[in-house]
């Protein structure tokens, strides 16, 4: 059976720890959780799961060490965390919003608020995850900076960018990361079913698109197996990310050697987008 979107959209999450070695991941959300599970039980070995508070766990969710708060906080700004947060705006630089929408002094919604925003993305890698990939969320300003972009960190000065990196964003159409002379992001590759011009349509601003952007990797069986029967056997992923009516065959084309590649783009880079 092929995989299907949230499961894409899983392994996206996963190989953002890829060969981190003992870091300790904090996964916000459900997808970005399953992805987090799956990276240590396949290429990720070391990497170290909480419960969200005060707890190390295995794979099964059983205790595995004790995370007191001030080790908590060494591993936080030290660089030794990576968090994937989700994002109610982000801009071309990663700069993050989750506090309100509108002005600040008289916002027209307001939202989780500011948190440990800051603090994330200026002492631990950050990346982010966002379910619905549209133009209300990729915007060309944010309304409140609370989570630190490459541009705004630069401006502080060296004691903003020690620890300062966004290694990817995930959503629910693609994988972008800031791999750009000036940091601002960048269109990694698309999954299956989704074409480039989407993606472009979908975000508010003007991306960087490589002349070859590949489609997300396909899950091997292990993973596939792991995903459905072991981390997430109840199917919690497809609620969060539902699969497109036509499946993933829309929008793919074969090539010459029997895969795929992005309409709208000469064709997939198998090393990632060139």
Known sequence: MSAGRAEYCVIACA??????????ASPMGLIPSIG???????????????????????????????LPYRR?????????????????????????NISCV????????????????????????TSYWIPKHSP???VERVD????VGYDRAAAAGPSATRFHRLPRVVTDLAVLDFATPDHSMR????????????????TGF???????????????PEELELIRAVIDPKGLRDREVPDPQDGAREGRAPDERGGARARGVPGPSRGGAR
């Open 136 to 138: 209300r969320v990729f």
């Open 36 to 66: 987090a599970r799956l990276a240590r039980r396949t290429f990720s070995p070391d990497l170290l799961l909480t419960d969200g508070e005060a707890l190390l766990v295995g794979l099964d969710g059983s205790p595995e060490g004790w």
């Open 187 to 202: 269109l990694v590759s698309v999954h299956p079913g989704v074409t480039v011009e989407q993606v472009r349509e979908a």
């Open 102 to 125: 509108g002005d600040w002094s008289r916002p027209r919604r307001q939202l989780l608020g500011v948190r440990g925003a800051p603090v994330n993305t200026l002492n631990n890698p």
């Open 15 to 24: 190989e953002a720890w890829r060969d981190s070695g003992e870091v300790l």
């Open 72 to 96: 908590h906080l060494t591993a936080v700004t030290g660089g030794r965390r990576h968090v994937m947060m989700g994002a109610s705006q982000i801009d071309r630089f990663g700069n993050q």
């Open 206 to 220: 003007e991306l960087a698109i490589p002349d070859e952007v590949p489609f997300t990797r396909e899950p091997t």
């Open 144 to 147: 409140m900076v609370c989570g």
